[in-house]
T-cell receptor, first 114, second 110 residues
Framework: EAGVAQSPRYKIIEKRQSVAFWCNPI?????LYWYQQILGQGPKLLIQ????????DSQLPKDRFSAERLKGVDSTLKIQPAKLEDSAVYLC????????????FGSGTQLSVL | KNEVEQSPQNLTAQEGEFITINCSYS?????LHWLQQHPGGGIVSLFM???GKKKHGRLIATINIQEKHSSLHITASHPRDSAVYIC????????????FGKGTRLSVIA
C-alpha cells in the first residue's frame, strides 16, 4: 500500500519569499491533516480537512498561511510571505475518517527560512 | 501548562532493558495515540487507546482514564527502538484535533 506522499523533502528560502508544500494522502482517506513541528516540540495542527471541507483551521496563521484540498484528494499548503519562525518540519497525515484507529504520516517537508 | 505532558524528556537505556514512557493529560479525551518518530521526521502510529491495554510485539500501551495517564512500555529494548515517542490525545468533542506531547527521546545503546 502506498503511503502518504509529500514533496519537496527539503526547502530553503529567504524570509518574505513564498513556498508551497504538496501532500497526496493514502487512497480513500477522507481526513487529511497538516501539522507544523518546530525543532524539539511535538507537532501542532495547522488545518484539518474532511474530504474537501475544512474541519478545523483555528491554529492556522491565516494572514500568511493557506491550504486547500479542492478535489478532496491531494492538498497544498502555502506560506506567503515566510518568516524566520516558520522554519519547521511540515507534516501531512491522513486517516480513513475522523477519529480512525490509525493515522498515517508522510515523511514531512523540512523548511528553513533564512 | 501543556495539556499533554510526557516524561522523561530524554531516556538512555542499555539493550535489553525494560523501558517505560509516561504521558499525563489534563483534558477530557476520547482516545490517546502513541506515535514513533524516527530521525528524518517519519512518524508511525503505534497504538490508539481509549481504555485498558494493547500489546503489539514488544510494545505495550496502557491507559487509566480516571487518572488521565498512559504508559508505553518496551520490553527487551533494542537499538532499533531508538526514536522519539510522542503521546497525542483526541479531545472529547469529536472532530477536534489531536493535541501532542513534546515527545520522549529514547536512545538504546548496544
Amino acid at each position: 500500500e502506498a503511503g502518504v506522499a509529500q514533496s519537496p523533502r527539503y526547502k530553503i528560502i529567504e524570509k518574505r519569499q513564498s513556498v508551497a508544500f504538496w501532500c497526496n494522502p493514502i487512497s480513500g482517506h477522507a481526513t487529511l491533516y497538516w501539522y507544523q513541528q518546530i525543532l524539539g516540540q511535538g507537532p501542532k495542527l495547522l488545518i484539518q480537512f474532511q474530504n474537501n471541507g475544512v474541519v478545523d483551521d483555528s491554529q492556522l496563521p491565516k494572514d500568511r498561511f493557506s491550504a486547500e484540498r479542492l478535489k478532496g484528494v491531494d492538498s497544498t499548503l502555502k506560506i506567503q510571505p515566510a518568516k524566520l519562525e516558520d522554519s519547521a518540519v511540515y507534516l501531512c497525515a491522513s486517516s480513513l475518517q475522523i477519529g480512525a484507529e490509525k493515522l498515517f504520516f508522510g515523511s514531512g517537508t523540512q523548511l528553513s527560512v533564512l | 501548562k501543556n495539556e499533554v505532558e510526557q516524561s522523561p524528556q530524554n531516556l538512555t537505556a542499555q539493550e535489553g532493558e525494560f523501558i517505560t514512557i509516561n504521558c499525563s493529560y489534563s483534558v477530557g479525551i476520547s482516545a490517546l495515540h502513541w506515535l514513533q518518530q524516527h530521525p528524518g521526521g517519519g512518524i508511525v502510529s503505534l497504538f490508539m487507546l481509549s481504555s485498558g491495554k494493547k500489546k503489539h510485539g514488544r510494545l505495550i500501551a496502557t491507559i487509566n482514564i480516571q487518572e488521565k495517564h498512559s504508559s508505553l512500555h518496551i520490553t527487551a529494548s533494542h537499538p532499533r527502538d531508538s526514536a522519539v515517542y510522542i503521546c497525542a490525545v483526541f479531545r472529547n468533542s469529536g472532530n477536534t484535533p489531536l493535541v501532542f506531547g513534546k515527545g520522549t527521546r529514547l536512545s538504546v545503546i548496544a
